[in-house]
Each structure stands twice: as C-alpha cells, then as structure tokens.
C-alpha cells in the first residue's frame, strides 16, 4: 500500500484523479490533497509519503519547486500534466512517470503499478537524489536535455548525453555505447530514446541503432551506406532512413560551425 497525496490547484483535477484512484488503484491510500506547493509541503510533514501526484501548473510557482521536499521525505513523483512537449520529454527522461491530462485509465494503472514496483525494489537513494536533481535543474533553464537517467539494475546511473556513442536495439532492450567504452544495457526500447534525446544530434540511421553525430568520422556507399564511428564501429543506415540522415549530417555540421 502506497500512501498517496495529489497536489493539484483545479478542483476537478484533483476530484477526478481521486475518484479514478479510489477506483482503480487498490495499492492507493490517499493520505491528503493539496492545492499549491506550500499545502504540499505541509502534507509532507505530517505524513509518510511514498507517491505524490504533482501538477506542474501551480499558484504561485510550479510543482518542480516541490522536488527538493519529496527527497527529503524519500518520496517518488508521478506529474499529472498538460505541459509543452519539452518539459515531457525531461520528465519522461528523468522522473518516475507522469500523466497527460486527460488522465487515461488505462495509463494510470500502468503508472500506478510501476511505481509500486520502484519502490518494492527499493533502489538506492542517491541514483534516485540525482535524477531528480537533474529533472528540476533540466525544467528550470529550459535547456535542452544534457543528462539522462538509466536504470543500470542497483539504481540509476546518471550520464552526460555527449557522452554517449550510439545506441543499440537489442530485442526489448537498448544498449549504451560510451566514449570511456563503458555500456549499460537497458530495459527500454530504442524508440523511448528517440524520443527523449535531442534529435538535431542523435539520429535514428536503422531500426536497431541510434548514432550521436558528434562521433561521426565518415559515411560512404561502399557497401550500401553505412557510418563509421570515432571509435572505428561501422553502422549500416538503412535504406529508408538515408536521406534523412544525409540531411541531419547537413544541418548538424552547419550548426556546429555556426556555434
């Protein structure tokens, strides 16, 4: 059972998310509901928090400024949103899961029952600590993504995106090709990457690889085309994905001297 707050500023966000719950979420007791960050951090006080629901959109900030408070109290956060596609993008890189409004039944047990999951393994508090550290300093100056948080299967591992070669598909699992020649393997399909990444700088070249530009030597049609890494891999792209890759090279070398 995992005490629950839902910290939301619309009424109706906040009754329909707590009747959907009530409903659908055994594994919820709602502890409290808050309508702004401070009534929050009073619930966090008064009592053992596991999950909050957290909006974004909040009277008098936003629901990032709660972070630091859900550390202290080894709480996990599910956002609850109808935020740009930016910031889902860092969230879905960094935070534990989050909920476009209209909240989706369906999307709801499915977060409700991974978060069960997370805290049953009880992962370690740092990896946890700095994910969420990056989330908010990621929010804060609407940068793009520099860091990504991958479960390495202990925790988190939290790594710089430049420093990553190349991603491999590997059936359901994506595999992480490091400068330093590390590699961590991950439960997530390529796809989730794809999406989360900056996609000016890492291109999707075949169905089972994804490639940072920066570590790009060359490309040739020797033999069909193909990249070859800094570290000397050589990668086919495939046939459909050709002109595009051509393209992002064009664009990502204009930008790059342009800097």
């Known amino acids: 059972m995992l005490n629950t707050i839902i910290v939301d ?3 109706f966000a906040r009754s329909s998310l707590y009747f959907l719950l009530q409903e659908n979420c055994g594994e919820v007791h709602i502890s409290g509901i808050a309508k702004s960050v401070a009534e929050a951090r009073n619930l966090l006080t008064q009592h053992a928090v596991d999950l909050i629901f957290l909006d974004i959109a909040l009277p008098g900030g ?9 550390q202290s ?11 740009d596609q930016y910031a889902l993008k860092a969230i879905k890189a960094n935070a534990l899961d989050y909920l476009l409004k209209p909240i989706d039944i369906d999307e709801l047990k499915i977060a409700v029952a991974k978060a069960v999951r997370f805290i049953a393994l009880n992962k370690k508090e740092n990896n946890r600590n700095e994910s969420l550290q990056s989330l908010a300093v990621n929010l804060a100056e609407r940068n793009e993504i520099r860091k990504i948080s991958l479960p390495n299967g202990q925790g988190y591992s939290l790594v710089n995106i430049d420093d990553i070669i190349h991603i491999a598909a590997d059936s359901n699992y ?3 090709y490091f400068a330093n020649k590390d590699k961590i393997t991950v439960s997530k399909v390529l796809k989730e990457y794809e999406e989360i990444l900056p996609d000016h700088q890492f291109v999707r070249i075949h169905k089972s690889s994804i490639v ?3 570590y790009l030597k060359e490309y040739n049609s020797k033999n069909g085309l193909e990249v070859i890494l800094k570290n000397g891999e050589k990668i086919a792209v495939s046939r459909r994905r050709a ?15 342009d800097k």
């Open 9 to 11: 500023d619309e009424e």
């Open 73 to 83: 109290n080894n709480a996990h956060i599910i956002f609850t949103t109808a935020y």
């Open 174 to 176: 994506s595999v992480f």
């Open 62 to 70: 936003n629901g990032f400024e709660l972070i630091p408070y859900a």
């Open 212 to 214: 940072n530009l920066n």
């Open 243 to 257: 002109s595009e890759f051509v393209e992002k090279v064009k664009l990502y070398t204009s930008f790059d001297h």
